[in-house]
């Protein structure tokens, strides 16, 4: 498939990398030159340096009625221009543009109705951010089955019921349903486990469950942690007051926000709020504000230094827990995992929902796990992998890299066992460590 994508920041260079590895062609444009530069190396990228709404740069990045274009800048007026003149000058056969929770938002399906899909970075990760603070001790939620199956993360610590023993006994708990752990990461290693695979201290489990029964998992991984009541939120772009109004009527909200305008717009923009005009990292302030009766501090200013100094501090001025954005996955190295909680990735959370598009079809839904590390997708058993339908799950012979613990059937949750027989229309909740595992098992039943 030929790709054109515009804008060769964090979002559009992750999703260039990650499309460029499944045989795409795919040309990136950007008018800073220094964004391009990293990618010229990449197999499989070429790069374009100019204005991305403009035809002759279009043209140059040989657009057509085959191509898909990705308009992922920064600037929304940039990205509607381009699907304008990418779908009336070039005919472009498929359009993604990227919003950003503005006015435009409003606005953009009826000036360019022809966009196939809009996406909104903000948005995802305030859906994130608000799923983690309704469920406490939980790292990361992933949906699938619009909303019905919950691939969930979990520090494994001592007090949990489980940690210590074997993943087989977790029955034993558990006998009025059924839940499956897929995987497990452990000492930077990524491990798909089975029923004789020990839960030790400090892993990080993730377990697939319905909603209703993630508390009582999260119980045999660690003591359940009080519901949260007071929530800071540092940072008063988009992001943050789309967080403290989706939330405002579940826990007492602070948002601070150091700039004096973007707290009066703040202040005007939301009801019931308390708004402080603040720096967030500034410990007096902090004190002040009896940050020790936080229960979690989340960061989400335009600047990841900031994020991470003020998580940091909060931290240690005694807030139970921290959420930090970082857009630089440099630094996720660079922060030990002991003193930030949760960190969320936005340029993670956007490239999985832009792989769930462009790979519709037979998958519907993609979520990308640690870094990058693993991979989840929702498989659809139709005629694209035919030979799939009728066998068991034991039948498919999948190797220690690839597990397929979930199906849904009509209106049903499976939890997949060996003698599991696969159906037409099931869809399956497929794991993997790496591509070539996905690609042989699809090459095998397709």
Do not use: W
């Not at 752990?181 to 030790?200: K, S, W």
């Not at 708004?275 to 989340?298: G, M, Y």
């Not at 857009?327 to 995992?337: C, I, Q, T």
């Not at 949760?342 to 790979?359: A, D, E, F, G, M």
Request: hydrophobic share 35%; charged share 30%; proline share 2%.
């Amino acid at each position: 498939m030929k790709i054109i994508i515009l804008g060769g920041g964090s979002i559009g260079s992750s999703v260039a990398k990650e499309l460029s590895s499944e045989e795409n062609d795919v040309v990136v444009i950007d008018n800073n030159k220094k964004n391009l530069e990293p990618l010229k190396s990449i197999e499989g990228i070429k790069t374009v340096c100019g204005n991305g709404s403009s035809p002759r740069t279009l043209s140059q990045s040989g657009l057509d009625d085959e191509s898909l274009l990705l308009c992922l800048t920064d600037s929304e007026e940039t990205n509607l221009l381009a699907s304008i003149v990418g779908k009336h000058k070039f005919n472009a056969g498929r359009i993604v543009c990227r919003l950003k929770g503005s006015e435009y938002t409003k606005i953009a399906k009826e000036i360019t109705p022809f966009v196939d899909y809009f996406i909104n970075p903000e948005d995802l990760i305030t859906d994130e951010i608000n799923s983690l603070l309704h469920h406490p001790g939980s790292l990361e939620i992933l949906d699938f089955a619009e909303g019905s199956i919950k691939l969930v993360s979990v520090r494994a610590k001592t007090s949990g019921l489980l940690v210590g023993r074997q993943i087989k006994e977790l029955k034993n708990d558990l006998p009025d349903y059924e839940t499956r752990i897929p995987a497990i990461y452990r000492n930077d290693e990524l491990i798909i486990p089975n029923g004789e695979t020990v839960i030790n201290d400090g892993d990080e489990v993730f377990f697939i469950a319905d909603e209703k029964h993630i508390s009582d998992v999260t119980r045999e991984l660690q003591k359940l942690e009080s519901k949260y009541k007071n929530i800071y939120i540092a940072g008063a772009g988009n992001i943050g007051k789309s967080l403290a109004k989706k939330t405002n009527e579940d826990f007492n909200i602070k948002l601070i926000e150091k700039c004096e305008e973007q707290s009066e717009l703040a202040n005007e923009a939301l009801d019931n709020v308390l708004v402080l005009n603040a720096d967030a990292a500034d410990k007096d302030f902090l004190d002040s504000e009896s940050i020790q009766d936080c229960d979690v501090f989340v960061a989400v200013t335009h600047d990841d230094e900031s994020n991470v100094l003020c998580s940091l501090m909060a931290k240690k001025l005694g807030s139970k827990k921290t959420v930090t954005i970082i857009n630089n996955e440099a630094y996720f190295d660079l922060v030990g995992k002991n003193e930030l909680d949760i960190i969320i990735s936005p340029v993670q959370i956007t490239v999985s929902h832009i792989l769930k598009y462009i790979r519709k079809g037979t998958v519907s839904n993609v979520h990308k796990v640690k870094k990058g590390k693993a991979e989840a997708i929702e498989l659809l058993i139709d005629d694209r992998v035919k030979n799939i339908s009728g066998k068991t799950v034991g039948d498919l012979d999948l190797n220690e890299n690839i597990d397929i613990p979930c199906i849904k059937r009509d209106e049903d949750i499976l939890m997949a066992h060996g003698a599991t027989e696969i159906l037409d229309n099931d869809h399956l909740i497929v794991f993997y460590k790496n591509k070539d595992d996905i690609e042989d098992f699809y090459n095998r039943y397709k």
